[in-house]
């Protein structure tokens, strides 16, 4: 069985709709908003806890992701756009500076 990005079905719904696939680097947090602006804070706030079993660590992730701010929400989608143009410019290249944020 094919992976659905290559698929049949999708192939022929990208040709018949016209969409270009854009490629992009799977694993680059520029373009991934849920690793910089939340998942790295999270980590940053779980380091060095140690857990009894995963319920444990469930609850404490729940009680980190309550705390957050809703404004939290809106700068990430906000600060999407100028992070794309910054790696565009670097032809895709991964940069520290794309990383730092004021979360909480």
């Not at 290559?6 to 690793?35: C, F, G, N, Q, V």
């Not at 790696?87 to 944020?101: E, M, P, R, Y």
Request: glycine share 4%; with cysteine; proline share 7%.
């Amino acid at each position: 069985m094919q992976p659905p990005h290559t698929a049949k079905r999708t192939k022929e719904w990208l040709e018949r709709y016209r969409w270009d696939i854009i490629p992009h680097l799977a694993h680059s947090p520029d373009l991934a908003p849920s690793d910089f602006h939340l998942f790295w804070p999270l980590k940053r706030h779980l380091g060095g806890k140690k857990f009894e079993d995963e319920d444990e660590l469930i609850g404490e992730v729940r009680d980190w992701f309550s705390k957050l701010d809703a404004n939290l929400y809106t700068q990430g989608i906000y600060s999407l756009l100028p992070r794309w143009q910054k790696c565009i410019a670097l032809h895709g290249d991964f940069h520290a500076s794309f990383l730092f944020l004021e979360i909480m």
